[in-house]
């Protein structure tokens, strides 16, 4: 039963890299069956999950810890599943790699909070009614334009952009959102143009 379903706790099998804690998330989308698309444009159709974060209003997408005993893609799927009660095909083509600081440390300096996020694209193929951590995060389903809106920080923006040149081969196109998101040290680590290039990266970890 779905409900039975336990979300992993503690850093005992956490990984680590340079003092970077290294963590494994993905964007789970799917795209409208129902959307009059007369143009062709799939982002039309495509839409985001995100998930609610406690004492917060904005939103963010799954993620969390790459653990010793998973490889990242399995770590990213795991995340997905316990914090947004979805299933799906995690695609090989990683979107990106990101490092950034944790949400509790933004203000500390050095490299305490420093996090090294790999992020995929997750096609969601099942929605569970109840999953791990649903008294913490809540999800909803967003187009790419209120997923955009939404976004807490810049790395987040670049991930979404990389998943619409995943699947349309274009990136997001958007005027400037007015309302600024918190600032954070961060900047993009890798964006494979080829599953090869990605493998090598994520295998020299394991």
């Known amino acids: 039963m779905s409900s039975s379903l336990q979300a992993r706790t ?12 290294l963590v494994a998330g993905c964007i789970p989308y799917r795209l409208k069956q129902n959307v009059e698309n007369k ?8 839409e985001v999950l995100m998930i609610s974060s406690p004492n ?7 993620k969390g810890g790459w653990e010793k005993d998973e490889t990242v893609r399995e770590a990213a799927s795991r995340e997905a599943l316990e914090e947004a009660g979805v299933r799906g095909i995690i695609h090989d083509a990683l979107l990106g790699i990101w490092e950034f600081r944790s949400k509790t440390k933004q203000k500390l300096c050095g490299q305490e909070g420093a996090c090294r996020g790999y992020i995929f694209a997750m096609e969601t193929m099942e929605e569970l009614e109840f999953w791990p951590e649903q008294a913490t995060h809540e999800r909803k389903w967003l187009n ?7 976004c807490r920080y810049e790395w987040m923006r670049e991930a979404l ?14 005027l400037a959102v007015a309302e600024v998101t918190e600032p954070t040290p961060l900047f993009c680590l890798l ?16």
């Open 10 to 21: 503690g850093r005992l099998l956490q990984r680590y890299e340079n003092q970077f804690r």
């Open 161 to 174: 952009s990389s998943l619409s040149v995943f699947l349309t081969g274009q990136p997001l196109l958007l």
């Open 144 to 150: 790419v334009w209120e997923a955009w809106k939404l």
């Open 39 to 46: 143009t062709g444009d799939l982002l039309r159709k495509l």
């Open 56 to 62: 917060r209003h904005d939103l963010v997408f799954p």
């Open 191 to 206: 964006k494979p143009s080829s599953t090869e290039r990605v493998d090598s990266a994520i295998n020299a970890l394991c």
